[in-house]
């Protein structure tokens, strides 16, 4: 199984950046694993909202082909544990032929249509992080499921 993650925008805190390809790095023992930037839109700022999560929304779901197993990080996702996140990827993997993918939206949100396609909602946590910081925050918590689904001592309870 491929695990996949999209994003929008490329990373600009070169302290972040370096974060995420640590745990990137390490992410490649456990699983086939790919980092995909979306880039950001030409004149986004004289678009309105709607129209920039539209826009993202469309080039998203070209990405996505039959068989993937999508799942948003949104804030009203669900919330899980780290215990509970690594079984539900060991699910994912029976239930999904193709890929699993994980897409981290840019800062206005989802489209309806990338809503519509979606296979489940996760939520990091009830708080707001910029969308640079979740990168960061969830290449991490991967790289903890997959300790935990090996057996391997990093995560505690």
């Known amino acids: 199984m491929k695990v996949k993650l999209i994003v929008h925008g490329k990373t600009t805190q070169s302290?972040?950046?370096?974060?995420?390809?640590?745990?990137?790095?390490?992410?490649?023992?456990?699983?086939?694993?790919e980092v995909q930037v979306?880039?950001?839109?030409?004149?986004?700022?004289k678009l309105s909202f709607e129209e920039v999560s539209q826009r993202e929304g469309q080039k998203l779901l070209a990405q996505i082909e039959n068989g993937d197993w999508l799942v948003l990080l949104d804030e009203n996702g669900k919330s899980l544990s780290s215990r509970k996140f690594a079984?539900?990827?060991?699910?994912?993997?029976?239930?999904?032929?193709?890929?699993?993918i994980f897409v981290i939206g840019g800062p206005y949100g989802f489209s309806p249509e990338v809503y519509q396609r979606a296979n489940y909602k996760l939520s990091l946590s009830a708080m707001t992080f910029s969308h640079q910081i979740v990168r960061a925050l969830f290449a991490e918590q991967l790289y903890r499921a997959a300790t935990i689904l090996?057996?391997?001592p990093y995560h505690h309870d």
Request: proline share 7%.
């Open 15 to 33: 302290a972040t950046a370096s974060l995420e390809k640590e745990y990137y790095s390490r992410l490649q023992r456990y699983w086939p694993f």
């Open 38 to 45: 979306i880039p950001d839109l030409k004149n986004q700022s």
């Open 150 to 152: 090996k057996g391997e």
């Open 87 to 100: 079984g539900q990827i060991e699910k994912w993997f029976i239930q999904a032929p193709k890929r699993l």
